[in-house]
């Protein structure tokens, strides 16, 4: 099985910072990789798929890239409505797996 | 408005079984693949299982595989998850959620099995 690996699991950061989360696979996944924010109480939201495609409706300052084993996901401009927890999910044959979460906190 | 909405969580006592449903608004549910996620209190996003487009493909997780089943109702538009054997790890919101890479989701329904 593939394992998704998320780092950090905690980020500290300030409204206006750029702030970037890593995701690697235990080995390659091609492009097939989403990202998704998740607050309390809610349904997660799609950010970005196969890798670097924005959801319709999500917000420019959200992007994705990498290929192969190695993502990222990258916030510029840091909202309030950012704060959150975010999770990398890998669809490149089953089982599919989530990363275990990035919770972006208010510095 | 594409629209996905759980419903059938509650209280079950391990061991026992419960069926959570998927009700889809605003699209057919058998033209995509369609998934079953969960999240246990404190922990994150885990994969249970998903049905392929076609129907004829079900997969499922480790730790649901020969527990939990899954099956749609066309004529209802509906999703379903069977759960039977249920242990207290299996407490959790379950989520449906639409494709491969999961781009419409429902708000998601509890389950709590007591020991």
């Known amino acids: 099985d593939i394992q998704m690996t998320q780092s950090p699991s905690t980020l500290s950061a300030s409204v206006g910072d750029r702030v970037t989360i890593t995701c690697r696979a235990s080995?390659?996944?091609?492009?097939?990789l989403a990202w998704f924010q998740h607050k309390p109480g809610k349904a997660p939201n799609l950010l970005i798929y196969?890798?670097?495609n924005l959801e319709s409706g999500v917000p420019s300052r959200f992007s994705g890239g990498g290929s192969g084993t190695e993502f990222t996901l990258t916030i510029n401009s840091l909202q309030p409505d950012d704060f959150a927890t975010y999770y990398c999910?890998?669809?490149?044959?089953?089982?599919?797996?989530f990363g275990g979460g990035t919770k972006v906190e208010i510095k | 408005e594409e629209q996905l909405v759980e419903s059938g969580g509650g209280l079950v006592q391990a061991g026992g079984s419960l069926r959570v449903s998927c009700a889809a608004s605003?699209?057919?549910?058998?033209?995509?693949?369609m998934n079953w996620v969960r999240q246990a209190p404190g922990k994150g996003l885990e994969w249970v299982s998903t049905?392929?487009?076609?129907?004829?493909?079900?997969y499922y997780a480790d730790s649901v595989k020969g527990r939990f089943t899954i099956s749609r109702d066309n004529s209802k538009n509906t999703l379903y998850l069977q759960m039977s054997s249920l242990r207290a790890e299996d407490t959790a919101v379950y989520f449906c959620?639409?494709?491969?890479?999961?781009?419409?989701w429902g708000k998601g329904t509890s389950v709590t099995v007591s020991s």
């Open positions: 196969k890798a670097s």
């Open positions: 999910q890998h669809y490149s044959g089953f089982p599919f797996t």
């Open positions: 049905l392929t487009v076609s129907g004829g493909s079900t």
């Open positions: 959620a639409r494709h491969d890479y999961m781009d419409v």
């Open positions: 080995q390659t996944i091609g492009s097939w």
């Open positions: 605003g699209f057919t549910l058998s033209t995509y693949a």
